[in-house]
């Protein structure tokens, strides 16, 4: 099966009932409308759920949502990254849409004896994601593979493809590290380095981002995780080097 990794953030939550005290974070989840079958005996097999109207249920406590993913493409192959600090707004919804994808990659090897690319698997998914466009399907990933593609995909079934991408409430801090710094020429070891330093950037001005960073390293013999990193050391260390060179 081809190495790939499923970077996964949450999106915009419905647009439902807001407070003003929360900064405009809804207060409510939203339950679609659920079929009442009857079986023979007549007695429903959802006695709590309603036939024919919608309901509103409120959640104990108002959710933040935010986090910092990122993944470019070098000479080495592929890099991958993301922050632990991320809450859950459409959190099952991509959990749920990663075990869907898996089971189909699987199937799609068992039945043609061969690993389905990032393109087609991207592709895949664009098209299975495509009918849920306008409901309240919240679903981000970023996909990126051996084969040296990184593709992002998102709810409404649009895919885009490139070089790099960083996706999240950090993201704008992670691409002033990564414009500034990416080149293809990269060693693996400035390649490592460059993505660790624009997740703690990001997680450093986001208050939504943070914790530890996963990094992953893809190449065309399989991949690699780093052992996860506390950022907090890390601002630590950053500290200590301006500290020298003023002192220098």
């Known amino acids: ?64 949502h935010g986090t910092t993913t990122l993944g470019f ?58 009918p849920f466009k306008g409901t309240e399907v919240c679903v981000a990933l970023t996909l990126c593979g051996w084969d040296k593609d990184l593709i992002y995909v998102c709810s409404d079934g649009a895919r885009l493809q490139g070089d790099i991408f960083s996706v999240g409430s950090g993201s704008p801090y992670a691409y002033g590290v990564l414009d500034r710094d990416l080149r293809w020429s990269l060693s693996k070891e400035e390649a490592i380095s460059l993505a660790r330093e624009a997740v703690f950037r990001a997680t450093h001005r986001d208050a939504y981002s943070g914790n530890n960073v996963d990094l992953f390293h893809v190449t065309a013999q399989g991949w690699s995780q780093r052992k996860r990193e506390d950022l907090k050391e890390e601002y630590y260390r950053d500290m200590k080097r301006k500290t020298n060179i003023v002192e220098g």
């Open 1 to 64: 099966m081809s190495s790939q990794l499923l970077q996964l953030h949450v999106c915009k939550l419905p647009r439902l009932k807001k407070s003003r005290r929360n900064s405009g974070i809804p207060l409510h989840f939203f339950i679609p409308t659920l079929p009442n079958p009857a079986p023979s005996n007549n007695r429903s097999l959802f006695p709590y759920s309603p036939a024919n109207q919608s309901v509103t249920v409120r959640r104990p406590f108002p959710l933040s």
């Open 73 to 130: 493409i070098f000479q080495g192959g592929v890099i991958a990254a993301a922050d632990t600090r991320a809450s859950a707004g459409g959190g099952a919804d991509c959990m749920l849409w990663e075990r869907i994808l898996t089971r189909e990659i699987r199937l799609y090897q068992l039945r043609h004896r061969r690993c389905l690319s990032i393109r087609g698997t991207a592709k895949l998914l664009s098209f299975m994601l495509h």
